[in-house]
């Protein structure tokens, strides 16, 4: 009887493993039908950086390592990412004309990068430059690849030349960086604000975004800044990546005011998964001390060799080799989202990854796991309708409200 008992015992924990097993398999199942059929798009990785590398070839899967990229397009392919916005990042320097023109050569030479990568490989992917495209591409088996102007240095005080990046394709800038600029003051200048928002200038560059049909993107700016945009834009604004400042305490994030603001103004937030704003990092440890020590170096420099600037992205790469981080979690990204649709709703939060700028999470390290996303959102009884918001419905909208408004502006 004992030994009857223990038998039916042991068949009932393998019939819980069983169940518990299948269980798990219905949620990556379920979640996999969800994520293939929404319309899915990271707005932020620096993957054109990698571009200008002669020995990267973006055509081909590259298995995440350590320094290396974490984007290309058959990862793309394999983590059921459609469309995605490759940033033209220039960092902040002296405002000096030739600072300004060195930034504009190298912004030029990234768009023209991006341009060429998906030339050569038009049979995987297409610049796309409106909302009608990402939809196309995505009928057609192909990644819509759009453009962003991280910073809007390479401006400066020059109006002209918004359109003259509109042209190019850029369909989003990002009003500032690190440090101030001509157009508005920075959420993390060591200086303290300048114009304590908008300069002059910055508030013609806004205007100029509305009349055009380019997205402003609010990442990196001050409150001061983002606060003056929000009462001139004629147009819902985004903030291409950026998290809730409630749940990590980092003023690259937005307060529970601001996210209440954005949602007036009808506009999104594309959660990042950069670790320092899902997290706060430990500012003590010898990584974060050797990371500041590598970005005011490239910060300070002035106009670089291709050979210069490969060895500082040499050095990037092994410094993440020999001072690895202890990433957070795709739970722990997944908690800025549960905030923000707790605070402001379902309708204005997306994913901005950041991914070769620095985004990266342990169990979401690059592109060909953006399916690990979904599976936590379902977890947390988020519907297929709420999921494929957040994966693309709700930045789409946006986008497509930017372009008809620049109709009529």
């Not at 009857?4 to 169940?19: E, R, V």
């Not at 590259?62 to 033209?88: C, N, Q, T």
């Amino acid at each position: 009887m004992f030994k009857q008992a223990i038998k039916i015992g042991m068949l009932s924990s393998f019939g819980l493993l069983l169940i518990g097993m299948s269980s798990c398999k219905n949620v990556e199942e379920k979640a996999a039908e969800i994520h293939n059929h929404a319309f899915t798009i990271d707005t932020h990785v620096d993957t054109p950086y990698h571009l200008l590398n002669k020995d990267f070839n973006i055509s081909e899967y590259h298995p995440y390592e350590a320094g290396g990229s974490r984007v290309d397009f058959p990862r793309m392919k394999e983590g059921g990412l459609d469309g995605i916005f490759f940033a033209a990042f220039t960092s902040q320097r002296e405002r000096s004309e030739e600072n300004i023109l060195i930034a504009r050569e190298k912004a030029d030479e990234l768009i023209d990068s991006i341009y060429a990568a998906c030339n050569k490989y038009s049979d995987m992917a297409e610049v796309a430059l409106d909302v009608a495209d990402g939809y196309r591409l995505e009928r057609e088996g192909k990644r819509a690849i759009y453009i962003g102007l991280e910073n809007g240095f390479p401006i400066g005080t020059e109006i002209s030349e918004v359109e003259r990046y509109y042209n190019k394709g850029v369909r989003y800038i990002t009003l500032c960086h690190t440090s101030n600029n001509d157009i508005c003051d920075s959420s993390t200048d060591r200086e303290g604000p300048e114009f304590n928002g908008l300069s002059k200038f910055g508030e013609e560059v806004v205007k100029e975004m509305n009349r055009l049909g380019i997205l402003i993107d609010v990442s990196h700016i001050s409150d001061s800044s983002y606060y003056d945009v929000i009462e001139l834009s004629s147009a819902p604004i985004i903030a291409s990546h950026s998290c809730a400042r409630a749940i990590c305490d980092n003023p690259r994030n937005l307060s529970d005011d601001m996210l209440k603001a954005l949602a007036k103004n009808g506009g999104v937030i594309q959660m990042c998964i950069l670790d320092d704003y899902v997290k706060a990092p430990n500012k003590n440890s010898e990584r974060y001390q050797k990371e500041m020590e590598l970005r005011e170096r490239y910060r300070k420099a002035g106009k670089m060799t291709k050979e210069e600037e490969q060895k500082i992205w040499a050095e990037w790469r092994q410094m993440q080799i020999d001072y690895p981080k202890e990433k957070p979690s795709v739970a722990d990204a997944v908690d800025h989202i549960d905030h923000i649709v707790k605070v402001i709703g379902i309708d204005y939060v997306g994913i901005g990854t950041d991914f070769d700028g620095g985004g990266g999470l342990k169990d979401c390290a690059d592109v060909s796991q953006m399916m690990n996303i979904t599976i936590e959102l379902l977890k947390r009884g988020y519907t297929k309708e709420e999921i494929h918001k957040i994966w693309g419905g709700n930045f789409m909208r946006v986008f497509k409200q930017v372009e008809d408004l620049a109709e009529k502006v």
